[in-house]
Nanobody, 123 residues
């Protein structure tokens, strides 16, 4: 069974930066498409960054230009570099992975999910 573990969350002032990490274990070594999602209190979960195929990336408008998703040194690991944090970036952040490495699953259809890491950017 594939497991995902997120780390790097915390509290940072508005305008600051954080880097989240996500590592996978238990897989067969196959490549994954991976993504970052977040859910703020009282709001629906939002997909914010995805990396798939051979390093292709997509971003939600809410984070474009401020957040960067990148592949980690270990296979099927990813980072999310978050710069210029805003109060509205406060949320639980989740990492997700899917064996269909060549695409971004529709409708949040990733097969594997982590437990999340909390990011707080108080005003």
């Amino acid at each position: 069974q594939v497991q995902l573990v997120e780390s790097g969350g915390g509290s940072v002032q508005v305008g600051g930066s954080l880097r989240l990490s996500c590592t996978t274990s238990g897989g067969t070594g196959s490549r994954f498409s991976m993504g970052w999602f977040r859910q703020a209190p009282g709001k629906e979960r939002e997909g914010i960054a995805h990396i798939f195929s051979i390093g292709r990336t997509t971003y939600a408008d809410s984070v474009k230009g401020r957040f960067t998703i990148s592949q980690g040194n270990a296979k099927n690991s990813v980072y999310l570099q978050m710069n210029s944090l805003k109060a509205e970036d406060t949320a639980m952040y989740y990492c997700a992975a899917d064996p269909q490495w060549w695409l971004v699953p529709r409708d949040e259809g990733y097969k594997y999910w982590g437990q999340g890491t909390r990011v707080t950017s108080p005003q």
